[in-house]
């Protein structure tokens, strides 16, 4: 009899390994598939990227209140298939950016939204280096793909420079996305910049209102070329 016990348990435990299964609940087994469309989900989603300086990174305030995460509270909102990274940089100049932009692109990217240029303004930095760092920025997006789509942010920034400096940074944005042909955001501080009530004590950061403000200001541009990306 003990013999026939140990033989029947034997059989038991080759049968179910050698078919590669074991036995499961239901639960588990629904557990799993659930789990394994998530993965996939979250694998198959595409990538917007922003990359920017402190208006970026949302400096001042909780990362959650960053421009860049309430896009992407709206994107999971609407229930699209995208995930947002927040590149921003306090501090970043476009020269520091174009420095960087190669380590940051170390992943897929469906979405590149370029928002550098107001500390080069405010620094008083020569026109002609914002211009070309931004051209090599957007040159090496669509050398590591082509098939990204490039908003280009548009900044302005106050006359203390003098009047020449001021307008000619201004312009740099729309010719630069006019040139390589993407799409532009005319000014990303739209409704935002010069009102106290919106802006933080330094006057040049936004609030957490200020904020949902600028996530509309790319949103309006955002938003269809996402849409449009995945035949939405």
Known sequence: MRNLLVFCALFSFIFFNSCGESPKNEEETRSEKVSE????????????????????????????????????????????????????????????????????????????????????????????????????????????NPDTEIILAGMQIPPNMGQEYTSEFRNIFPSLAEKNDVHLISFLLEDVAGNPELNQGDGIHPTAQGQKILAKNVWEVLGPVIRKKRNL
């Open 37 to 144: 469309n998530e993965n996939q989900e979250k694998s198959e989603a595409g990538v917007i990227l922003f990359f920017g300086n402190s208006l970026t990174a949302g400096m001042g305030l909780d990362p959650n209140e960053a421009f860049p995460a309430v896009i992407q509270q709206k994107i999971d909102s609407l229930d699209l298939p995208y995930e947002v990274v927040n590149a921003g940089l306090s501090g970043e100049t476009t020269a520091a950016g174009k420095n960087r932009i190669n380590w940051v692109l170390n992943q897929d990217v469906t979405v590149f939204v370029l928002e550098l240029g107001a500390n080069d303004g405010l620094r008083g930095i020569p026109l002609e280096e914002t211009r070309k760092n931004l051209q090599e920025i957007i040159n090496t997006v669509r050398k590591k």
